[in-house]
């Protein structure tokens, strides 16, 4: 159930990519709009994180889960079924929200069914499945389901979406932990502690910089004379993920809830993004895909800490707030990048002020204080 749980979280988003030159032919997008097709819903991660907070607090969540997979569907099969491009955006960004409210509380719903010692390795199968996602949803869209469905888009994202459903449905088989929760635990943030914003903006480096390359890697690449490689370079990024991921199944145990694989993993991360800058044809794809590798074990490394700190009534409030602080920066930085590569017309420029936050960010990860919060004992 976590694992398919997961792999909702990505799926939804990102068969939006190959879709997207069907989908604006007979829309009649235009160049923005058709990117908003997949910024839009990374956008509403940070905006729907709240919204998801505060319905485990009333309501527990794994009701919330199921309740925002019922949301994502409705948002994703509603973008098949859109008639004109306003309906189009408005079921995206539903689709989105749902998304958002899932991310919350999976982590807070682990410490309800899992022992202590098997955190970790719950947040590690969640997060195969949501990585999975990404390279399924952006691998096997275009050659395997779309031929399937006549070519049409608009069959392919029903395809994708309704299933969705059966998963919300069979997140109530495993009897533990069925009752509402007793008390209203808080549901904000709590900026006092410091792990919110520290988490958060820790997040921001490794999205920022995995979403970052992934929207320039195209213009890159265009830039140093070796478009014709954008293919193999996005199929490596994206197969890098799905190795962090695998690895992660097994090193879970022993480096969640430990600051050093952070620090490392996120140093590895700038190092790979400069190596993609400075190097030229496969030494930049190559470079590229490490730091694909090293962000994605880092993103698992951050995600996995919330049940591991705190106990399971402040999980989903924590986890909401790193999201918020994540996702609006993983949005808004590359985001910044690109208005200042237009302006110079150099798409180096947009790497640069990306590894810039990252290095600004960096100490952080040496300032974690990752000792079990609320005086429980360490699981």
């Not at 839009?40 to 940070?46: D, K, T, V």
């Not at 009701?63 to 997979?69: F, I, Q, R």
């Not at 929200?97 to 899932?102: D, E, R, S, T, Y």
Request: positive net charge.
């Amino acid at each position: 159930m976590l694992w398919l749980a997961g792999l909702y979280l990505r799926v939804p988003v990102l068969v939006a990519p190959p879709l997207a030159p069907f989908i604006g032919d007979e829309l009649g997008l235009s160049q923005a709009l058709t990117g908003a097709l997949t910024t839009l819903p990374i956008l509403m991660l940070a905006v729907g994180s709240m919204p998801g907070s505060l319905a485990i607090s009333r309501i527990g969540p794994r009701n919330t889960l199921a309740l925002a997979m019922v949301i994502m569907v409705i948002g994703s099969a509603g973008r098949g079924l859109s008639p004109d491009i306003f309906t189009l955006m408005l079921a995206s960004a539903v689709m989105g929200f749902g998304v958002a409210m899932m991310q919350p509380s999976l982590p807070a719903l682990l410490p309800r069914w899992l022992e202590p010692r098997h955190l970790a390795i719950g947040s590690a199968i969640y997060m195969n499945g949501m990585l999975m996602g990404e390279f399924i949803g952006a691998g096997i869209t275009l050659p395997v389901l779309m031929p399937l469905m006549d070519d049409s888009w608009r069959a392919t994202l029903l395809v994708w979406s309704l299933p969705g459903l059966l998963v919300a449905a069979a997140l109530f088989l495993p009897r533990r932990e069925m009752a509402r929760p007793v008390r209203k635990p808080s549901w904000l943030p709590d900026w006092k502690n410091p792990l919110t914003l520290k988490i958060g903006l820790l997040l921001g480096l490794s999205g920022s910089l995995f979403f970052g390359l992934n929207a320039y890697m195209g213009s890159l690449l265009e830039q140093q004379g070796n478009f014709e490689l954008l293919a193999d370079a996005l199929f490596w990024y994206n197969l890098a993920q799905v190795a962090a991921s695998l690895v992660m199944l097994k090193m879970a145990r022993y480096w969640v809830g430990r600051k050093t694989p952070i620090i490392i993993m996120a140093g590895c991360c700038i190092t790979g993004t400069l190596g993609a800058l400075l190097l030229n044809g496969w030494g930049s794809i190559a470079s590229a895909t490490f730091m694909s590798f090293t962000a994605g074990i880092l993103l698992i490394l951050l995600v996995a800490l919330p049940p591991v700190l705190v106990d399971s009534a402040d999980t989903g409030r924590l986890s909401a707030g790193n999201f918020l602080v994540g996702y609006t920066v993983a949005f808004s930085v590359p985001m910044v990048g690109g208005l200042l590569a237009d302006w110079t017309g150099d798409a180096r420029v947009a790497i640069v002020f990306i590894v810039g936050y990252c290095l600004l960010v960096l100490p952080l990860a040496f300032t974690l204080d990752l000792k079990r919060q609320r005086g429980q004992p360490e699981g």
